[in-house]
């Protein structure tokens, strides 16, 4: 939700839902600010000030709502010669990329670039463990980072795994 709003001088002002609560910075003059709210927690807001003696105009209110894709992972087996995982998008929108990775300590070992997956669109991937221990880079406190976008915005999930050697 995008608000434009002219303020007499700074000050506070408080965006509120009935799950949460939001107080933005607003400075002299005209404010352009953004509040990103969850669509599904919408029914009402209320915004207030602080200052009960300030009075705030408020030029437009642009309520905006994109549908992303979200990446969860179903199923994830760690075996003895690969890594087993089903990725699914519980999202309502297809992804635009979606990138896998293996890091250790911030240094990817592992990348694989994947198909887009549409809404409710399942995906098995298979990671060879041998190929991981290649690297020479020991496979224990590993992440599994998944990361994918939409329209310029990025998204990630960190699954920490285990291997033993």
């Known amino acids: 939700m995008n608000i434009g ?8 002002l408080n965006v509120t839902t009935y799950s949460d609560e939001r107080k933005i910075k607003l400075f002299k003059g005209y404010n352009v600010i953004e509040v990103k709210l969850d669509r599904n927690d919408i029914t009402a807001f209320s915004i207030t000030s602080d200052n009960e003696d300030l009075r705030h105009i408020f030029s437009c209110i642009i309520f905006r709502y994109s549908e ?11 075996e003895k010669s690969a890594i087993k995982l089903k990725l699914t998008n519980v999202g309502n929108s297809r992804s635009d990329k979606l990138e896998l ?45 998944i990361v994918w976008s939409k329209a310029y915005q990025l998204f990630e999930q960190d699954i920490p795994i285990k291997i033993k050697e």
């Open 101 to 145: 990775l293996i890091i250790r300590h911030g240094i990817p070992i592992y990348r694989a670039s994947l198909k887009s997956l549409e809404p409710h669109e399942q995906l098995d991937y298979e990671i060879d463990i041998e190929t991981l221990k290649q690297t020479n880079i020991k496979t224990n406190d590993i992440v599994l980072r």
């Open 68 to 78: 992303f894709p979200k990446i969860v992972v179903n199923d994830l087996k760690i």
């Open 5 to 12: 709003v002219v303020s007499p001088s700074n000050s506070l």
